[in-house]
């Protein structure tokens, strides 16, 4: 079975430095990952996908995320932070025949001026 | 395209007390999620219907959670009795295998506080 574990409860980056949010994963077989982001009182809103296509992987607001294989890792990156990208971020992975989604505990972003 | 919609946004109730939510999702979605996600953790599926049939709902506790989704559209999740450790925010998905059933697409949710 896949699970997913993000290492950080909290990351705190001032606005304009780079953001790196860290996600391994655990998996018998080639799997399927996500981020997904989640802003104060909203649903969970889809960043990126790697489904075993190119190994970098271009999200929305700027986001990329590089599935590593050798490192079972497949960790979120933004070159310059802005205030609204504040928000929790939660990484996931498939299972169940590629329809169970199974979240991470979560990474909370604070972006300082 | 709208989005899915959830109601209520937030209810309290009292412990032993029913509640229910409910969702629609994005219209020509087949498939359709209940979660559930407590403080501080990744959200947790509970149900998971392809059209009206539940396909998955191992996670579900059967002894006070019923959910349905009649005629395959909009779906309803009921827990009764409410106890103090069902307060979370409940979250609904659809995905649509015409597109990837890989991507769902999340509502508000509904926070529900027991008390």
């Known amino acids: 079975a896949q699970s997913v574990t993000q290492l950080d409860s909290h990351v705190s980056v001032s606005e304009g430095t780079p953001v790196l949010l860290r996600c391994n994963y655990s998996?018998?077989?080639?799997?399927?990952l996500f981020w997904y982001v989640q802003h104060p009182n909203k649903g969970l809103q889809l960043l990126l996908k790697?489904?075993?296509?190119?190994?970098l992987v271009k999200g929305i607001n700027g986001f990329e995320a590089e599935f590593k294989k050798s490192e079972t890792s497949f960790h979120l990156t933004k070159p310059s932070a802005h205030m609204s990208d504040a928000a929790e971020y939660f990484c996931?992975?498939?299972?169940?025949?590629?329809?169970?989604?199974?979240f991470g505990t979560g990474t909370q972003l604070k972006v300082e001026l | 395209e709208a989005g899915v919609v959830q109601s209520p946004r937030y209810k309290i109730i009292e412990k032993k007390q029913p509640v229910a939510f409910w969702c629609n999702p994005i219209?020509?979605?087949?498939?359709l999620y209940w979660y559930r996600q407590n403080l501080g953790q990744g959200p947790e599926l509970l149900i998971r219907?392809?059209?009206?049939?539940?396909?998955?709902d191992s996670q579900l506790p059967k002894d006070r959670f019923s959910a349905e989704r009649l005629k395959g559209v909009d779906s309803t999740l009921k827990i009764q009795p409410a106890e103090l450790g069902d307060s979370a925010v409940y979250l609904c998905?659809?995905?649509?295998?015409?597109?990837?059933?890989?991507?769902?697409?999340f509502g508000p949710g509904t926070r529900l506080t027991v008390t």
């Open positions: 790697y489904t075993s296509a190119a190994t």
């Open positions: 996931g992975g498939l299972t169940g025949g590629g329809n169970k989604l199974t």
């Open positions: 998905a659809s995905s649509s295998h015409r597109r990837s059933s890989y991507e769902q697409y």
């Open positions: 219209s020509g979605h087949n498939t």
């Open positions: 219907y392809e059209n009206e049939e539940a396909v998955d």
């Open positions: 998996s018998s077989y080639s799997p399927s």
